[in-house]
C-alpha cells in the first residue's frame, strides 16, 4: 500500500514539471524575500514547492533537507539545488541556484553602499537584533508541523529526539547525525522487508 503511495507521488511530481524559467523565477522570488539566511529559508522554500505550487511531496522535501545538511556550503543553496534538480535535471538545479542567489547579490551591493553612509547609526545590528526571534519563530512552526505530519512511529520520535539532543549537548555535527539516522533506517527497512518474506513463507498455500 505504502509502496502504491510512493509511485503516485513520485507520478504527481514528474507531471508537467516547470520550465526553467518557472523556476528561476520562483526561486528569485523567494530569494527576494528570504531574510534570515539558509534555515529560515527552509520554511519558504516548503511553503513554495510544496504547498502552493505541488512540485514536491512533503515527503520528498524532507530527504532534500537530510541532503543539503551532508555536503559542505550553503544550506540554502544545496535545497534550492536538491529542488530544482528534482524538477527539471542538472539545468533545474542551476535555475534554482541562479534564481535564489541573485537577489541577495544585488541587495547586498546597494546595501553596502547605504551602511557605509549610515554606519555611526548602528542599522545593521539593530535590524539583526530583529529579525533573530522572528526567524526562530518560523523555524519553529515549521519543525512542529512536518513533525506532527512525517513521524507517525514511536522509532521516528527516537530518531527525532536523540540527535537533537546530541547536537544540543555534545555539539555533534550534524551530517554524522544524518549518516547514523539513514543508516538506522535502511536497517529498519531492511528488517521489515524480512519480517514480510518469513510471514508469506510461513502463510500455508490457499486451497
Known amino acids: 500500500m505504502k509502496s502504491d503511495e510512493h509511485q503516485k507521488d513520485n507520478a504527481r511530481e514528474k507531471l508537467l514539471p516547470p520550465s526553467l524559467a518557472r523556476i528561476f523565477l520562483v526561486f528569485f522570488k523567494i530569494g527576494s524575500v528570504g531574510f534570515g539566511g539558509g534555515p529560515a529559508l527552509i520554511s519558504i522554500i516548503q511553503q513554495e514547492v510544496v504547498e502552493k505550487k505541488k512540485w514536491l511531496t512533503e515527503q520528498s522535501f524532507l530527504q532534500g533537507i537530510a541532503i543539503a545538511l551532508m555536503p559542505p556550503g550553503s544550506m540554502m543553496v544545496n535545497i534550492a539545488f536538491f529542488v530544482g534538480h528534482r524538477l527539471r535535471g542538472f539545468a533545474g538545479g542551476l535555475a534554482a541556484i541562479l534564481g535564489i542567489l541573485l537577489p541577495s547579490y544585488v ?11 549610515v554606519r555611526s547609526l548602528n542599522l545593521e545590528n539593530n535590524a539583526v537584533r530583529g529579525l533573530a526571534p522572528a526567524v526562530v519563530g518560523v523555524l519553529c512552526a515549521l519543525v512542529l508541523k512536518m513533525s506532527t505530519e512525517n ?3 514511536w522509532w521516528g520520535i527516537l530518531l527525532m529526539a536523540i540527535p537533537a539532543l546530541l547536537m544540543f549537548y555534545y555539539r555533534v555535527p550534524p551530517y554524522i547525525l544524518i549518516l ?21 513463507n510461513a502463510e500455508p498455500p490457499s486451497m
Not at 541587495?107 to 553612509?117: E, G, Q, T, Y
Not at 547514523?180 to 508469506?200: C, N, P, Y
Request: net charge positive.
Open 151 to 153: 513521524i507517525k512511529k
Open 180 to 200: 547514523a539516522a539513514f543508516a538506522i533506517g535502511a536497517v529498519l527497512w531492511f528488517m521489515k522487508i524480512g519480517t514480510t518474506e518469513v510471514r508469506e
Open 107 to 117: 541587495l547586498m551591493v546597494i546595501l553596502a553602499a547605504i551602511l557605509v553612509s
